[in-house]
Structure formats: C-alpha cells, structure tokens
C-alpha cells in the first residue's frame, strides 16, 4: 500500500510564495518518478513538475519555468514544490502522484498513486 499525503496549500496574494510538500510511504524503493499536478474548477488536471526518485532530475511545465521549483529529500520520502512570483491563474488543487515506470511526464495514466490534493488560491 502507497499513501501520499500533501500539506502546505493554502491563500496567497499575486505576487506572493508558497510552498507544498507530499510525503509518500509503502512502496517506495522501486519510485521512478514523483510529480505534481494541479486542477482548476471546470479544468483538466495538468502537468505542473516533476522529479526523478534516483537522480533527482527535474522537469516543468512551461507555465511554471522560472517561478517553481520541485525538489526532493530522499531520506524523508518527501518532495516539495517551491512556488514563487504566484498569479491568479496557479489557483488549484495541487496533487502530487508517484509512479513505477517510465513514459511522458505529462500522463495523467502513467502515474498509479496519488494524494488527496491540496488547495492553492492565489488572490489578485
């Protein structure tokens, strides 16, 4: 059994920073990847980040380039997403999922665990 637990949302003004983390426990030693996406109201969840478990190599999405940061400590089974220079446009529930096999970072379907979100509002 996997658990990932996020913690971190919460409201901000444009302009403003935060930062989210997600703690995973179970399976953990065969991780290849951990991410974070986000879903606004009436929109698909989308690709933000994401990390390598291993190497720690990190990919992001274009709307994000430059104001976040995804990092991990591997000790602490824990990853982070450093937000920064935040628009109205980032409000959404962030979730971060885990996944044991390669493929397009941006597949919701590659991933096979995932928390219960947390919300990011960003007031303008």
């Known amino acids: 059994q996997v658990h990932l637990v996020e913690s971190g949302g919460g409201l901000v003004q444009a302009g403003g920073s935060l930062k989210v983390s997600c703690e995973v426990s179970?399976?953990?030693?065969?991780?290849?990847?951990m991410s974070w996406f986000r879903q606004a109201p009436g929109k698909e969840r989308e690709f933000v980040a994401a990390?390598?478990?291993?190497?720690?190599?990190?990919h992001y999405a274009d709307s994000v380039k430059g104001r976040f940061t995804i990092s991990r400590i591997y000790a602490k089974n824990t990853i982070y997403l450093q937000m920064n220079s935040l628009k109205p446009e980032d409000t959404a529930i962030y979730y971060c999922?885990?996944?044991?096999?390669?493929?397009?970072?941006?597949?919701?379907?590659?991933?096979?665990?995932w928390g219960q979100g947390t919300q990011v509002t960003v007031s303008s």
């Open positions: 990390i390598t478990w291993s190497l720690g190599i990190t």
């Open positions: 999922a885990t996944r044991y096999s390669r493929g397009p970072f941006v597949l919701v379907d590659t991933y096979a665990y």
């Open positions: 179970g399976r953990t030693s065969s991780i290849d990847t």
